[in-house]
């Protein structure tokens, strides 16, 4: 009151009370959309480049499969040829198929024959794997298939 | 006096300081990931074997175990394989007045690529030892090639991009009508240049 009656010229402060709530508000729009990866990768997964791509749009119509070497940690026990990742754990080529059903099951009815499988598998993986694991998928009658990439020029494996 | 009567007021200056943080932590940490890919859709276990293609209409792909491309008979580089698997494709090589004529080929009409889009197959062997990378690279390459072929008939007959209309065929934001009419038209592209990509052993027809 004192400083506004002794000068004019200086300007009321503006009130940044409200400051804290845009920012909140900015904040819980940001915990709201992202996403937190809820799966700990136990193996490598630097996946390759292209840029004919699509959206993979309903996670819920996904089931992830993710292939590499394991990680510096697991290294050591597991050696460096690459692993098949399910749900958390490494897994046999052998438990893809039960895996994938079981994951199905657990699917609404509705949407059962929408469900992508994503290959997560990372850019140094011997195609060997990745065919062995489209023939298990095959076995189960899940057809659709999605190499999951990164979005980008695809700059050939050349290492 | 004057200051007892008053309550004090908390200050909350810092609040905003406090939020700053926690929002600056949630960007940095958390990656909006819609995680992106190449469709594709597998074969059935099926018992009955392929009808045998012309092999005229078959492009032959392979990759050995050092990551080498080899096209029908040669050694080819990764950046021209769009541009021969489009010439394969759109080649057109039924003379007009057949049946199977391609009229909206707009390719050379050679006798050694496909008599039609319709028709042609590409068959894609990959080496065991190969690495998924180039595996990768490969089927983006081709289906660079189909996309933007189809592109190019959907200008033609429809003024819009193919890999648009399936855009926005997928956002739901219109109508059913709207939508079927969508449908229609990315089938009616998709019949003009299939995507035939077989990674089994593609047998040719002898003549």
């Given at each position: ?10 300007q ?8 804290p709530d ?5 904040l819980f ?25 699509k ?12 292939v ?92 | 006096?004057?200051r007892?009567r ?19 932590f949630?960007?940095?940490?958390a990656?909006?990931?819609t ?14 074997p ?17 990551d ?9 580089e990764?950046?021209?394989?769009k541009?021969?698997a489009m ?16 009229g ?5 009409g ?38 933007e072929?189809?592109?190019r008939?959907s200008q ?44 089994a052993?593609?047998?040719?027809k002898?003549?």
């Amino acid at each position: 009151m004192k400083s506004i009656r002794n000068s004019k010229k200086a300007q009321p402060a503006i009130s940044t009370a409200a400051l804290p709530d845009i920012v909140f508000i900015l904040l819980f729009f940001f915990m709201t959309v992202t996403t937190i990866k809820s799966e700990t990768l136990l193996v490598d997964n630097n996946l390759p480049q292209a840029n004919q791509v699509k959206k993979l749009e309903k996670k819920d119509r996904v089931i992830e499969i993710y292939v590499g070497r394991p990680n510096q940690d697991l290294a050591k026990v597991l050696g460096s040829e690459p692993r098949i990742q399910l749900n958390n754990k490494i897994a046999h080529i052998n438990e893809v198929g039960p895996y994938v059903l079981q994951e199905l099951a657990q699917k609404p009815d509705a949407i059962r024959n929408l469900v992508t499988v994503s290959l997560k598998i990372d850019k140094e993986v011997n195609v060997g794997v990745v065919s062995d694991i489209k023939e298990e998928l095959r076995k189960v009658n899940l057809l659709k298939v999605n190499y999951t990439v990164f979005q980008g020029n695809s700059q050939v494996g050349k290492l | 006096m004057n200051r007892n009567r008053e309550n004090p007021e908390v200050n909350a200056g810092s609040m905003a300081d406090i939020a700053f943080l926690l929002l600056i932590f949630f960007l940095v940490t958390a990656t909006i990931q819609t995680d992106v890919g190449l469709d594709r859709k597998l074969p059935p276990k099926e018992t009955i074997p392929p009808p045998p293609v012309n092999e005229r209409n078959i492009f032959r792909l392979s990759l050995n175990k050092n990551d080498e491309l080899f096209v029908e008979d040669g050694i080819m580089e990764l950046e021209d394989l769009k541009i021969a698997a489009m010439a394969f494709l759109d080649n057109g090589g039924v003379p007009k007045g057949n049946e199977n004529h391609c009229g909206y080929c707009k390719g050379t009409g050679s006798p050694d690529a496909s008599d039609n889009p319709v028709k042609a197959v590409i068959s894609f062997n990959s080496d065991r030892e190969a690495s998924y990378g180039m595996y990768v690279s490969v089927q983006d390459a081709l289906t660079a090639a189909y996309n933007e072929l189809r592109n190019r008939e959907s200008q033609r007959l429809y003024g819009k991009n193919y890999v648009d209309m399936e855009e926005s065929y997928y956002s739901d934001d219109m109508s059913h009508e709207e939508k079927m009419a969508l449908q229609r038209e990315i089938e009616t592209i998709r019949d003009m240049f299939p995507m035939k990509l077989s990674e089994a052993e593609t047998i040719s027809k002898l003549n």
